[in-house]
């Protein structure tokens, strides 16, 4: 399964959500509605959790009287994936504003024709200039950024302390700073001490953060596949595998056993872009331990983050227009990371004191705030992904759980890793 932000192994559509909103009669972003009297419905299409709650919602209800806004909360990025493709080949049926992740936005800018140019004064300069490059197709804005997935490492202080490692957020990344070898070599003096648990969750979470700092590691610039000849993509394959072999608890990540060894201690480490610390409040609700370190691999990587975009084929897209901008503007960014720790891809958020003052009391009283916007600026390389970047790493993550679960040699996984690439054309 491909690893991607949110996705889990849950794949159905959950209800919708309906909030009357009552509004004036302009966006607050600046955007004139089209009717700012007759009474339409917006249908805003998520999935999972982007934070945007009853009371975030309420807000826009008072700037728009008019407007009845439901939100369609699918409860994975695969089975929006599926809606979204599905209903823009049929040419009706999709949600007003469309939420997209970013692993499979390359795909979408195919269809860049089919979407409404977003690009306005109020939204110019947004963002980080990588995250609005990932909103671009046929020369227009189609994507307003939601949010980012800037990557720290989270860990469990009482495996560390029974392996004998500090546990002090500043001493755990001072001892992890450093490359992946570093990583790993914490990981051998860790897996020595015979904690019963392992050092890392997974080869293929742990591959993602790797893949994730190579700016060609699957394709050229113009889309031209270089997965199976790429000497990096090979030497990380193994080099992870290698680490795995000793240091791995080897469930696959967003199974129900990877799931059940997060809460039963089975791994004392995972990579941890801010999203995932409500996965991992969520999955162990009543653990003490869990701690993050301000620090990553290698210096900085992002795993992660989606995009507004709002369909040609709506009958009110000036409306929808005015609804995602709003809903990503830095103020709203904001909101949504104080409910689903979803961190905002809004540069002009990361001085706003709500954001640097931020804490999280799960992860005994994290700074997470400042720890995230550290690892945001620490970020110095996203990969480039072209329509076939998700289905490569589909076909990488399949050789990784093959090795793990012991049906192929590291060897014989990678050549079937070679085939599959090729297959795809």
């Known amino acids: ?31 004139p509605a089209a009717d700012s009297s007759k009474p339409i419905t917006l249908t805003l299409a998520t999935f999972n959790n982007f934070g945007y709650n009853d009371a975030l919602l309420a807000e826009y209800h008072k700037l728009h009287p008019n407007i009845t806004v439901v939100q369609n909360k699918a409860a994975t990025s695969d089975a929006a994936q599926t809606n979204l493709f599905t209903k823009l080949a049929a040419g009706s049926g999709l949600g007003d504003v469309e939420a997209v992740d970013g692993d499979w936005m390359p795909k979408v800018r195919k269809y860049g024709n089919k979407f409404v140019d977003l690009a306005s004064s ?3 300069d947004r963002y980080s200039s990588w995250k609005t490059a990932g909103g671009v197709a046929d020369g227009k804005q189609i994507g307003l950024g939601t949010d980012i997935g800037p990557e720290a490492i989270c860990y469990r202080s009482d495996l560390f302390a029974k392996a004998g490692l500090p546990t002090d957020p500043d ?31 997974s080869a293929g979470a742990t591959f993602q953060g790797l893949a994730n700092q190579y700016k060609n590691f699957y394709e050229k ?11 990096d993509v090979k030497a990380a394959f193994e080099s992870v595998l290698k680490a795995s072999s000793t240091e791995s608890s080897h469930l696959t990540q967003w199974s129900d056993d990877w799931t059940a060894g997060m809460a039963n201690g089975a791994y004392a480490t995972m990579l941890c872009p801010a999203w995932m610390l409500g996965v991992i409040q969520g999955d162990t609700p009543k653990l ?22 709002v369909p040609t084929q709506g009958k009110h897209t000036a409306e929808a227009k005015a609804l995602a901008d709003w809903i990503t503007a830095p103020a709203q960014q904001i909101k949504a990371f104080k409910v689903a720790g979803t961190f905002p891809s809004q540069v002009a ?19 997470i705030g400042k720890i995230y916007i550290d690892r945001a600026n620490a970020v110095k390389v996203t990969p480039f992904k072209g329509a076939t970047y998700g289905s490569i790493m589909t076909a990488v993550q399949n050789g990784l759980t093959r090795v793990e679960t012991g049906t192929q040699s590291v060897d014989d996984s990678w050549n079937q890793v070679v085939t599959d690439i090729k297959a795809l054309g």
């Open 1 to 31: 399964m491909k690893l991607s932000r949110r996705t889990t192994a849950v794949a159905a559509i959950a209800g919708a959500a309906a909030f009357a909103l009552i509004a004036t009669g302009c966006s607050a972003g600046g955007t």
């Open 122 to 124: 109020d939204n110019k």
């Open 171 to 201: 001493a755990v990344a001072k001892l992890l700073t450093g490359d992946w070898n570093t990583y790993y070599s914490v990981g051998k003096t860790f897996a020595d001490a015979k904690t019963g648990a392992a050092w890392f969750d």
């Open 221 to 231: 610039n113009d889309g031209t596949v270089i997965a199976a000849t790429n000497p």
């Open 288 to 309: 003490t331990d869990w701690k993050i370190a301000n620090v990553f691999p290698n210096g900085g990587g992002n795993w992660g983050g989606s995009y507004l975009l």
């Open 349 to 367: 958020a990361y001085t706003d004191p709500t954001l640097t003052g931020a804490t999280n009391a799960f992860f005994n009283d994290a700074q």
